[in-house]
């Protein structure tokens, strides 16, 4: 299969994902403002050659990528990271709660074992929270604390030619005690994604929504009443 990309904005495109890399990767999203650019998610680190071809054939150089942006520490979205991090240096950035578990290897919080594998450690550069921002260009991402599905999951919110964009990656959960999850603060999480009133959702799992009203048609799925 060669190099393939799912284009969103003209600032942003998905690298990763099952139908572009590998069944174990949940989407991996490219974000480029002017000359820099961001990598939100890593993949499960089975395809990592392959999200680089794809990389490439977006037209961004890997000197271009200025962060490895995780949303949270699971296998599927962070056990790239390693690799990309020793490879070339791209400064790894996850939440405080969850980036002992990176580091470590952890296999049950990280849910490697439901996948058969193992989650390579990874140091953690920035220990990020709700607020931070990261320049990208001359904009900037923002990072927004949603909890529930695990302890530290964010999303990242940029604006993109006039529309706020989310990557929200796992907004569908699941909730799981090995997953640390909290069902009290998932449902305070939905409720904030809302909030933010986006015009597009990038998701980890279920693509690319686009309109205010798909955006809360498909949160409200997991809301209860």
């Not at 296999?107 to 953690?124: I, K």
Request: hydrophobic share 40%; glycine share 10%; net charge negative.
């Amino acid at each position: 299969m060669g190099p393939r990309v799912l284009s969103i904005t003209s600032d942003i495109v998905q690298v990763g994902g099952p139908s572009l890399t590998h069944a174990n990767d949940a989407a991996v999203y490219l974000v480029r403002f002017g000359e820099h650019a961001a990598l939100v998610d890593a993949g499960s680190g089975r395809a990592s050659e392959r999200v680089l071809l794809n990389i490439e054939a977006s037209g961004v150089a890997v000197e271009q990528i200025r962060y490895l942006l995780l949303t949270h520490c699971h296998y599927d979205h962070s056990g790239g990271a390693a690799h990309f991090r020793q490879r070339f240096h791209w400064p790894v950035a996850l939440h405080a709660l969850e980036a002992p578990y990176l580091e470590q290897g952890d296999n049950q919080v990280s849910a490697a074992s439901w996948y058969g594998d193992q989650l390579t450690p990874c140091p953690v550069d920035r220990r990020i929270g709700d607020g931070d921002y990261f320049p990208l260009g001359e904009q900037a991402v923002q990072v927004i604390h949603i909890p529930g599905h695990s302890p530290g999951s964010v999303a990242y919110l940029v604006e993109s030619e006039g529309q706020r964009v989310i990557f929200a990656q796992d907004v569908h959960g699941p909730l799981h005690p090995a997953l640390l999850s909290n069902a009290r603060d998932y449902q305070a999480s939905l409720q904030k994604l809302l909030a933010l009133d986006a015009d597009i959702l990038c998701e980890g799992h279920h693509g690319v929504f686009v309109g205010k009203a798909a955006i809360a048609g498909f949160i409200a799925r997991f809301v209860e009443p």
